[in-house]
């Protein structure tokens, strides 16, 4: 078949008119944690999006050694489902030091059902996570455990700037307490990634380390 000229603008009108295809988007980042200057272990972060649709996986593996032997055990893997900039779905499993953790939960309407090792019952559908990786949860005042999946009741506030360690360097961010139910702090660069956090333990103060912060997150979430 001989394709007219009129027949070959047509085909380009209506391809125009077509709507785009969002290309799939993926970035992965490793943070080490440190603890008194020793590495006690990793957390991982992959992240996916096809269209409106993102999925996060997470992986943390913590050993702290004394005198050679290993005192503490934990590790952690979990996958989340957000759609258009709300959680769809969780899945998580966690082994604290042989104390074995999970949680299974999905959003059904304007709730979250959650079937967790510590908690089971509902949330409201517009809940963060405590995957830290989005600024954007912030303001979201119940966070879902994903150790366990008991609702945290969050109160993000703001606390200075700080030039926060990353590795080979430092980079500028603002920092945020999360409350006294999740008592760590979280640090954001300008552009809105998560550079890292820190918290408490055994009196011992343990800092998230990012390998780097390229490629971005907050690019592919601000899409949502």
């Known amino acids: 078949m001989i394709l007219s000229r009129r027949t070959l603008m047509s085909i380009g009108v209506a391809a125009l008119a ?33 269209g409106d649709t993102m999925t996060v996986d997470v992986s943390i593996a913590i050993a702290v050694r004394v005198l050679g032997l290993v005192a503490y055990r934990y590790e952690m893997t979990s996958r989340e489902i957000w759609q258009n ?19 299974n939960a999905d959003r059904s309407g304007s709730v979250i059902r959650i079937d967790g090792s510590a908690f089971a019952g509902t949330a409201d559908a517009g809940v963060g996570t405590t995957s830290y990786w989005n600024p954007a949860i912030l303001d979201r005042p119940v966070w879902i455990s994903t150790q366990g999946g008991t609702p945290l009741d969050i109160r993000a506030t703001r606390t200075g700037t700080a030039s926060y360690p990353v590795s080979g360097g430092t980079v500028a961010t603002t920092a945020y307490a999360l409350g006294a139910e999740l ?27 990012a390998d780097s912060l390229s490629p971005a997150f907050a690019e592919i979430w601000s899409e949502s």
Do not use: C, K
Not at 27 to 45: C, F, K, N, V
Not at 85 to 102: C, E, K, Q, V
Not at 196 to 204: E, L
């Open 85 to 103: 900039g709300m959680l769809r779905s969780i899945r998580s499993r966690s082994d604290n030091n042989g104390d074995a953790t999970f949680v």
């Open 183 to 209: 008592p760590a702090t979280v640090h954001y660069t300008a552009s809105g990634e998560w550079a890292g956090s820190t918290f408490d333990a055994r009196g011992s103060q343990v800092t998230y380390i």
């Open 18 to 50: 077509m709507p785009s295809v969002a290309r799939a988007q993926t970035a992965s980042r490793r943070y080490r944690l440190d603890r008194a200057g020793s590495e006690i272990g990793t957390h991982d972060i992959s992240i996916s999006r096809s």
